[in-house]
């Protein structure tokens, strides 16, 4: 065949020779699976979450009563105080103020010398001492004189007759503590004042309520704030003949009690206890107490 019969064949049958279009080396064809529509399996259909059960639980606070007994350290601080202070101080004008010879002079005379001892020492000041006989008049002058005015009168002690009783019910108990009021429900689990919240209604509001319903109102007690100081969920609870019951979140306010007594509602509560922190501890559950013990307070 000749030169030219084929070159005419080629220009006719062009389709022989086509190879299609090039590409790189990197680029990877399509297949034709990813080319397809992607199939959408349908979900199944959740079960809707049950909302929480909202409560309201009240801290309720009996302050301290009496000053906290000062520590070793405290006591050495006030002490090096009074003797900078008694070193650096003007004399006081005592002439200006009581008349030369009288028993007012003379108890502020005794009072100055009980200071400057408590401050320096017991030896501070023996060698001007009066003689004895005046010093022993004027210390009968001056207590004479305290007796009239009513100041024998021997201070109540710091430890109330409860605390050796342990009378767990008394407000009087644990002078120098705080002191929380717990509940004991009938099944025997001890806990905070608590109730639930109906619909509509604020929080703070039900904590009111609920304070009043669960302890009478044979007290008068404050709330300090419409906000909560903190929140507990309890564990989740074990299903009920197949109905998982809803989850609980209480939400905890501070409250403070200024007079009256706590009456529990005996048809819901079996005792209660008025406890420091430390006795709380050892009579509510271990996740009831991770969940409460930073809202009180340690002393």
Same mark, same amino acid.
């Given at each position: 065949? /000749?030169?030219?019969?084929? #070159? #005419? #064949?080629c220009r006719r049958n062009t389709s022989i020779f086509s190879t299609g279009r090039r590409t790189l080396a990197t680029v990877t064809a399509a297949s034709p699976s990813? #080319? /397809?529509t992607p199939v959408h399996y349908p979900t199944p259909p959740q079960k809707p979450k049950a909302k929480p059960k909202l409560l309201t639980s009240i801290i309720l606070n009996r302050a301290p009563i009496i000053t906290p007994t000062p520590t070793p350290f405290e006591r050495a601080f006030y002490t090096y105080q009074a003797r900078l202070r008694r070193v650096l101080f003007n004399p006081f004008p005592y002439d200006f103020y009581f008349k030369q010879g009288s028993i007012l002079e003379h108890r502020f005379n005794l009072e100055e010398r009980k200071r400057e001892r408590l401050a320096f020492g017991p030896q501070f000041g023996v060698a001007d001492e009066l003689d004895k006989e005046k010093a022993a008049a004027n210390k009968a002058a001056v207590e004479q004189l305290a007796e009239q005015e009513g100041e024998s009168e021997e201070m109540m002690p710091r430890t109330h007759p409860a605390d050796e009783a342990r009378d767990y019910k008394s407000l009087d108990r644990k002078g120098k503590r705080n002191l929380y009021l717990l509940l004991q429900e009938n099944e025997g689990t001890w806990r905070f004042p608590q109730g639930d919240v109906k619909k509509g209604e604020l929080l703070h509001q039900a904590a009111q309520r609920d304070l009043l319903t669960e302890c009478g109102e044979y007290m008068d007690s404050w709330i300090v704030s419409r906000n909560p100081i903190g929140h507990y969920r309890p564990p989740r609870r074990a299903p009920s003949l197949g109905k998982p019951k809803p989850d609980e979140v209480a939400f905890f306010y501070k409250a403070h009690i200024l007079a009256?007594?706590?009456r529990p509602n005996p048809e819901t509560v079996k005792d209660f206890a008025w406890l420091t922190k430390q006795e709380i501890e050892g009579r509510v559950p271990d996740h009831y107490w991770d969940g409460v013990k930073d809202m009180l307070s340690e002393h």
């Open positions: 065949m /000749s030169s030219r019969k084929f #070159l #005419l #064949l990813s #080319l /397809s009256g007594q706590a």
